[in-house]
């Protein structure tokens, strides 16, 4: 998997997705999964979450990972739009997924 991203933003997502039991998937995608990306490219962050009573936290959690990069973090669910989801399925590497 190479996502030109520090180890600590991986583990850091990873340790995220273990913290929450509703959380199903955590995805990277677009640029960066597909290797495009530029130095200062921003981290798109799909997550996979079948319970939204978690949803401010986890985006909380993620938001505050130490990085000067952005993070654009969506939440997927029944209303996700379907071209975001082709992309996400076509390109994303999963970061995280439950066992």
Request: proline residues 0%; hydrophobic residues 35%.
């Amino acid at each position: 998997m190479k996502l030109d991203l520090d180890d600590k933003i991986i583990d850091l997502i990873k340790f995220i997705g273990e913290k929450y039991n509703d959380i199903d998937k955590i995805v990277i995608y677009g640029s960066r999964a597909r290797g495009d990306n530029r130095k200062t490219s921003d981290i798109d962050i799909a997550v996979y979450c079948k319970d939204d009573s978690h949803k401010g936290a986890i985006y909380c959690d993620l938001d505050d990972i130490n990085t000067l990069l952005k993070l654009d973090i969506v939440f997927i669910d029944d209303n996700t739009d379907k071209k975001l989801l082709d992309n996400i399925n076509r390109d994303g590497i999963i970061i995280y997924e439950k066992q």
